[in-house]
């Protein structure tokens, strides 16, 4: 990426003091004379109209504002990013190209398992995986920009969960929820868990109100299994496995998410209950993902 930003690079300035807490060494860092660095803070904090540092024999102290400023600069500065990659992604565009969402839980490996059985249908068709981070802000900037640089996710979602987001969705299959496991847990040699079992044992779930399917899950496990202990996550990431590991806990899920940890595996539950699965994608779509999306979904159609 070039060296250009979307931002004042001032606030490089301003991070590498309240980094290091020193002028002089934040001037090393950024390849500038001290004296420099202090007038370029001294000129920032005069068009802020507040101080940011106190300046102290010991070094440099964050203000409130200074502190507050902190906080927000990051963040901007981290979006300025992603939109320049952006930008240049959609330069390099190729419309016959369809870029699939990818993170390091959500995997975009269904996606492209799809496109591998039908590639002799959609000749030209070209697939290119597109990373966005495991973070609730990360995961909704994407599912809220559909078509800009991500044209299509695999996922769980309903009716409630595309409005929240203005996207369309393509329900191929219902798929079976039940549990990811730790590989040293007693349970995790079973290929079938009776709901009985799950008494007193720590459950993780998705939080109520995120997904219709999952909320129907819960609903009946607490019913069905009073005495255990439930623990919600507002998103499904790497620090749930872990927790889930370390606190000898099981995670309400489903197959393609449980791999992502490799202690995990997916194991059925004694039920009948499942969620919805397929794409999500923008309201209009490419030509090329339309395409795509049609044949795939036919294909499903033809195998019910």
Same mark, same amino acid.
């Given at each position: 990426?070039?060296?250009?930003?979307?931002?004042?690079?001032?606030?490089?300035?301003?991070?590498?003091?309240?980094?290091?807490?020193?002028?002089?060494?934040?001037?090393?860092?950024?390849?500038?004379?001290?004296?420099?660095?202090?007038?370029?803070?001294?000129?920032?904090?005069?068009?802020?109209?507040?101080?940011?540092?106190?300046?102290?024999?010991?070094?440099?102290?964050?203000?409130?504002?200074?502190?507050?400023?902190?906080?927000?600069?990051?963040?901007?500065?981290?979006?300025?990013?992603?939109?320049?990659?952006?930008?240049?992604?959609?330069?390099?565009?190729?419309?016959?190209?369809?870029? $699939?969402?990818?993170?390091?839980?959500?995997?975009?490996?269904?996606?492209?398992?799809?496109?591998?059985?039908?590639?002799?249908?959609?000749?030209?068709?070209?697939?290119?995986?597109?990373?966005?981070?495991?973070? /609730?802000?990360?995961?909704?900037?994407?599912?809220?920009?559909?078509?800009?640089?991500?044209?299509?996710?695999?996922?769980?979602?309903?009716?409630?969960?595309?409005?929240?987001?203005?996207?369309?969705?393509?329900?191929?299959?219902?798929?079976?929820?039940?549990?990811? $496991?730790?590989?040293?847990?007693?349970?995790?040699?079973?290929?079938?868990?009776?709901?009985?079992?799950?008494?007193?044992?720590?459950?993780?779930?998705?939080?109520?109100?995120?997904?219709?399917?999952?909320?129907?899950?819960?609903?009946?496990?607490?019913?069905?299994?009073?005495?255990?202990?439930?623990?919600?996550?507002?998103?499904?990431?790497?620090? $749930?496995?872990?927790?889930?590991?370390?606190?000898?806990?099981?995670?309400?899920?489903?197959?393609?998410?449980?791999?992502?940890?490799?202690?995990? /595996?997916?194991?059925?539950?004694?039920?009948?209950?499942?969620?919805?699965?397929?794409?999500?994608?923008?309201?209009?779509?490419?030509?090329?993902?339309?395409?795509?999306?049609?044949?795939?979904?036919?294909?499903?159609?033809?195998?019910?």
């Amino acid at each position: 990426m070039s060296s250009f930003r979307l931002y004042n690079r001032r606030l490089d300035a301003f991070l590498a003091c309240a980094r290091t807490g020193s002028f002089t060494q934040a001037a090393q860092r950024l390849y500038v004379t001290p004296t420099a660095l202090i007038k370029q803070i001294n000129t920032f904090e005069d068009g802020i109209g507040a101080p940011l540092f106190e300046r102290t024999p010991r070094g440099l102290k964050l203000t409130r504002a200074g502190e507050r400023l902190r906080l927000e600069a990051e963040a901007l500065i981290a979006l300025s990013d992603s939109i320049l990659r952006d930008i240049a992604r959609a330069a390099a565009s190729d419309e016959n190209e369809i870029n $699939v969402g990818t993170s390091a839980v959500f995997s975009g490996r269904y996606v492209f398992d799809c496109w591998y059985r039908h590639r002799e249908e959609l000749p030209g068709t070209k697939m290119r995986l597109i990373s966005y981070g495991n973070t /609730r802000a990360e995961v909704d900037r994407s599912l809220e920009r559909l078509g800009d640089e991500i044209d299509i996710i695999a996922g769980v979602f309903d009716e409630r969960f595309l409005a929240r987001y203005n996207c369309a969705g393509v329900v191929l299959e219902r798929v079976p929820i039940g549990l990811s $496991v730790a590989t040293g847990d007693p349970l995790a040699e079973r290929d079938r868990i009776g709901l009985a079992e799950l008494s007193g044992r720590k459950i993780f779930l998705p939080r109520f109100g995120m997904l219709e399917d999952f909320d129907a899950a819960q609903t009946e496990l607490r019913a069905r299994v009073p005495d255990a202990r439930f623990t919600e996550f507002d998103l499904l990431d790497i620090d $749930v496995f872990n927790r889930a590991l370390t606190e000898e806990g099981l995670i309400l899920n489903i197959g393609c998410w449980s791999d992502v940890h490799p202690l995990f /595996r997916m194991i059925e539950l004694d039920w009948t209950v499942t969620a919805r699965f397929g794409f999500m994608l923008p309201k209009e779509p490419s030509e090329t993902v339309r395409r795509f999306v049609d044949v795939v979904s036919a294909s499903f159609r033809r195998e019910e």
